[in-house]
C-alpha cells in the first residue's frame, strides 16, 4: 500500500487530488498540506512513499520544499503536480529533486499512473511538457542531464541498440535511423522497443531523457533535410 501526501494551497485542489489517491486499491493519503512547511511537517511525520507537491504555495513553493524533502527523506518520491506546463518550471522541480511532473488537467488515471510511476522507476511527464523537454534535452543537454541525475540503475545495452539510442539523441527519426543502419523501419522500432523495455520507460520521449539522465547519450541535433515524421 503507497503511503501518500497531498500538498495543494487551493482546497478544493487538495480534496480532489486526495479523493483519486484514497480511491485507489493500491494507495492511502495519510496527510495533507496546504503549504511547502506543512509538506516538510507532514513529511517528518508519516515518511510517506510519495508526496504530490503543487509548485506554487504561499511561505514556501513547491520547488524549494521538494529540496528539502529530498534532505530529510531521500526514499521518499515527488510527484509535481500544477498549472505549470513550461519545461522551465519542470526542469526546476526535477532539478530539486521531483521524479515526474505533471500538470492538474491530468485525469484520475493519469494521476494514479503517474504516482505509481515515481514510486517506481518511470519518469512520468505530461505530454505538452514532455514535448518540449525533448527539443530541451537536446538542446540544454548539460542542464538536463544534471535535472536528472542520480538514477543507480544502468541497464546494460547491446552495440546495435546503443547505435540506435546515439542517433535518437542526434534527433534523427525512425526513418532516418533506419537508412544510416541499412534496416527496416519496423526493425528501428523493435530495438525502439527493446531500449524501451531496458529502461522502464514508456517511449521514446522518456528514453531520451533517461539515457541522458543516467550519462550514457549527450544529444545534439545535426542538421538534417525537413521529411516527414517518420516516427
Given at each position: 500500500m503507497l503511503r501518500l501526501v497531498v500538498a495543494d494551497d487551493h482546497p478544493i485542489m487538495r480534496a480532489a487530488l486526495r479523493a483519486y489517491v484514497d480511491s485507489a486499491p493500491d494507495m492511502v493519503c495519510v496527510g495533507e498540506a496546504q503549504n511547502g512547511l506543512e509538506v516538510i511537517e507532514r513529511v517528518r511525520e508519516e515518511m510517506p512513499d510519495v508526496v504530490i507537491m503543487d509548485l506554487k504555495m504561499p511561505e514556501m513553493g513547491g520547488v524549494e520544499a521538494t529540496a528539502e524533502v529530498m534532505a530529510i527523506a531521500p526514499k521518499t518520491s515527488v510527484l509535481a503536480v500544477t498549472t505549470f506546463s513550461s519545461e522551465g518550471h519542470a526542469l526546476q522541480a526535477l532539478n530539486a529533486g521531483a521524479k515526474g511532473y505533471i500538470v492538474k488537467d491530468a485525469t484520475a488515471d493519469q494521476v494514479l499512473e503517474a504516482i505509481r510511476q515515481v514510486h517506481g522507476s518511470s519518469v512520468p511527464i505530461s505530454p505538452d511538457v514532455a514535448r518540449r523537454l525533448e527539443f530541451n534535452a537536446v538542446n540544454e543537454a548539460e542542464e538536463f542531464s544534471v535535472?536528472?541525475?542520480?538514477?543507480?540503475?544502468?541497464?546494460?545495452?547491446?552495440?546495435?541498440?546503443?547505435?540506435?539510442?546515439?542517433?535518437?539523441?542526434?534527433?534523427?527519426?525512425?526513418?532516418?535511423?533506419?537508412?544510416?543502419?541499412?534496416?527496416?523501419?519496423?526493425?528501428?522500432?523493435?530495438?525502439?522497443?527493446?531500449?524501451?523495455?531496458?529502461?522502464?520507460?514508456?517511449?521514446r520521449v522518456q528514453l531520451l531523457i533517461r539515457a541522458t539522465q543516467l550519462g550514457l547519450i549527450e544529444p545534439q541535433l545535426e542538421d538534417v533535410a525537413p521529411e516527414g515524421d517518420g516516427r
Open positions: 535535472a536528472l541525475a542520480g538514477s543507480d540503475y544502468l541497464p546494460r545495452v547491446p552495440p546495435r541498440e546503443t547505435e540506435v539510442l546515439t542517433l535518437l539523441a542526434r534527433g534523427f527519426s525512425n526513418r532516418e535511423i533506419a537508412t544510416r543502419m541499412v534496416l527496416t523501419e519496423g526493425a528501428v522500432k523493435a530495438h525502439l522497443g527493446r531500449l524501451c523495455a531496458r529502461f522502464g520507460v514508456r517511449d
